[in-house]
């Protein structure tokens, strides 16, 4: 029996757990590696809006935090809620809810680049990992999300709604003395305050309160504010 396109590619790309150049398990080996990278897919994601979940945000955020301290390169966070879920979904229904959540996250992966993280954090809770980023081109850019969301109509059912999201956001640099946990506080406190704004905006950190503690060089400084 012929083997098919997909199953000369699998035993192409597996190689004998024992070494031995002839082997005949070859098929099984690849089958049950395409398994286990599914699994650890499943693992990862959000299962209704097919971003990553908690558990992958915790495990990149630390990861790209720990880059930071090496690298001396910062690591920007961004969190935002949607304003108002609960009326939403008392009037339309959960889900409403749903159809909003996944066309938000639609949006957000549209607008980041490859490198960057977008994470359904909790709820109507969505973290934006900015890796090797300054905190303005992070507030930037979700600034334009933002303004993407808010401007959207999404088609329900038996409705068309807009949403908006409040926004919080912070950098973590090389000379940050908090840990994950706390790192996560002071962007949700922002997110908080966002709230406590009128929401549909966002807040972050003090640009002058940042420069005195980033260890951005002059010349870099200088070549990123003509870029923006």
Not at 11 to 20: F, H, L, R, T, Y
Not at 107 to 136: K, Q
Request: aromatic share 6%.
């Amino acid at each position: 029996m012929k083997k098919s396109k997909q199953e000369k590619t699998r035993q192409k790309d597996a190689s004998c757990p024992v070494g031995e150049s002839s082997c005949e398990w070859l098929d099984e080996v690849a089958r049950l590696r395409a398994q286990v990278d599914e699994l650890s897919q499943l693992v990862a994601t959000d299962t209704l809006t097919g971003l990553f979940n908690l558990r992958h945000f915790k495990q990149a955020m630390q990861a790209e935090m720990d880059r930071s301290k090496r690298s001396s390169i910062p690591t920007s966070l961004v969190m935002a809620e949607v304003d108002h879920y609960q009326a939403l979904n008392d009037e339309h229904g959960r889900e409403a809810g749903n159809q909003v959540l996944k066309k938000i996250a639609e949006i957000c992966r549209g607008e980041v680049r490859t490198t960057d993280l977008v994470c359904r954090y909790s709820g109507e809770v969505f973290a934006i990992i900015f890796p090797e980023t300054h905190l303005n081109l992070a507030v930037k850019v979700a600034d334009r999300i933002r303004q993407e969301i808010a401007d959207t109509a999404i088609k329900l059912e038996d409705a068309e709604v807009k949403v908006t999201v409040s926004m919080g956001a912070s950098v973590y640099v090389k000379t940050s003395v908090i840990d994950l946990v706390e790192f996560v506080d002071s962007v949700d406190r922002f997110l908080y305050e966002a709230k406590q704004s009128g929401r549909n905006c966002i807040c972050h950190i003090d640009y002058a309160e940042l420069r005195s503690v980033t260890e951005i060089g002059a010349p870099e400084r200088i070549l990123r504010i003509a870029r923006d």
